[in-house]
């Protein structure tokens, strides 16, 4: 699974650690987060995160 990357603070998102403090599992691919997703360090929504 891709990595996604914040454009604007440099957070990675990897799929395969997840976001557990969001309630997001390890294993869950970016496309499938949320639609109200944000970036955990910053809050950028997810149209701000690039493929790394």
């Known amino acids: 699974m891709e990595k996604y990357v914040c454009s604007v603070c440099g957070y990675v998102y990897d799929p395969e650690e997840g976001d557990s403090?969001?309630?997001v599992a390890a294993g869950t691919a970016f496309?499938?987060?949320p639609?109200?997703?944000t970036c955990p360090v910053c809050g950028a929504e997810k149209d701000?995160?690039?493929p790394e």
């Open 21 to 23: 403090d969001n309630g």
């Open 31 to 33: 496309a499938d987060l």
């Open 35 to 37: 639609d109200d997703w």
């Open 48 to 50: 701000q995160f690039e």
